[in-house]
């Protein structure tokens, strides 16, 4: 399911993407990020993501490192852009603890440390 969620990214499916989260997920970007949440249900998540497209073009990206352990999946993403104000280019590596039921993201956490992530969703190292 992950892979699909980053396909429908790539593709810049807003509306595929965000029909993989519940209309009452919780959606928390990592504390460092300027937009620190949380965003709770699926329009709040959805105008973050927005404002997220509107900063950045030419967002791709790929599935490092995948592991799942009961309903929880953590995804190591490399991802690419570009800034639209600066046009500076950006490669950002970051991962995501998601909380999954009946197929659809419920909780969603992200970390820029993958070891922080991992251990969050107490899955082995």
Known sequence: ????????????????????????????PDPSWPESGPFEGRCAIRGFVEGFREAWTGNQAVIA??????????????AKGRGMASGIDADLALSSVSEIEDRKITRQRWYLDHGAAVAAAGLPE
């Open 1 to 28: 399911m992950i892979n699909h969620w980053v396909d429908a990214w790539n593709r810049e499916d807003l509306d595929g993407f965000m029909g993989f989260y519940d209309g009452s997920a919780e959606f928390n």
């Open 65 to 78: 490192d995948l592991r799942a352990g009961g309903g929880t999946v953590v995804a190591r993403i490399e």
